[in-house]
């Protein structure tokens, strides 16, 4: 397992390789962004949830789990992580979003994935395009939700794209998939989602604690665009 404490893949690596990959919009018609942790949801996709719900495209957002295990010494974390979340979406697009919590157990993704493949199918239509997490990404419950999504889209014909979290950190572009696609975001995205990741302190400067998420993972997510794997 690596330590995100640990210097990764510095972001200029990833700049040189991404920078040259071509613009990228999702279909018209509902997004759905997977979301195995709160948190992840806002740093892989936050720019284009933002985007899309200020212009009054449906955006439905499943959050898997509370992420109360990030940290397993922390009573009522799982609170504090929803807390952190709605504060988050509030600052993206206030009420323009729809939420859905399925409150698997931290940890525990796979072991659930059959709830989960019935909560894509509950909330999808044809014209549904799945916003995933990268099903590589180096975090059990990361590669096990989107294994689940991946294949749900592939059975459903639906358009998915998929967004890395970890893997920024761990992996590097020689070592990903080769079809990549940047969504930019226009200076108002940039600074919601700035201001959004912000919202979970728990996971940024946690009292007494090591971060989850460093300062220098934070880079990964600063770019001008989110870049999805097509």
Request: with cysteine.
């Amino acid at each position: 397992m690596f330590d995100p404490n640990q210097q990764g893949t510095d972001e200029s690596v990833w700049r040189a390789a991404l920078d040259a990959a071509p613009s990228w919009l999702p279909a018209t018609g509902r997004l759905l962004v997977v979301s195995p942790h709160p948190d992840d949801e806002v740093l892989g996709a936050g720019g284009l949830i933002r985007h899309w719900a200020c212009a009054r495209r449906p955006v439905t957002l499943l959050s898997i789990t509370d992420g109360e295990a990030a940290y397993p010494d922390w009573p009522g974390l799982g609170l504090v992580r929803r807390t952190e979340l709605r504060r988050a979406l509030d600052t993206l697009a206030g009420t323009r979003l729809l939420s859905v919590g399925l409150s698997i157990p931290d940890g525990q993704v796979e072991q659930h994935a059959d709830t989960l493949r019935a909560a894509l199918a509950a909330v999808c239509d044809r014209d549904t395009t799945l916003i995933a997490p990268y099903e590589a990404d180096g975090h059990p419950d990361h590669d096990a939700a989107g294994k689940v999504c991946r294949e749900f889209a592939q059975s459903s014909g639906l358009a998915i794209a998929r967004y890395p979290i970890w893997a920024w950190h761990h992996s590097s572009p020689a070592a990903m998939p080769a079809q990549w696609g940047r969504f930019p975001l226009q200076r108002r995205s940039q600074r919601a989602k700035t201001a959004a990741v912000r919202c979970f302190s728990s996971q940024l400067s946690p009292d007494r604690r090591r971060p989850i998420i460093p300062a220098h993972v934070i880079n990964y997510f600063s770019r001008p665009y989110e870049a999805f794997i097509l």
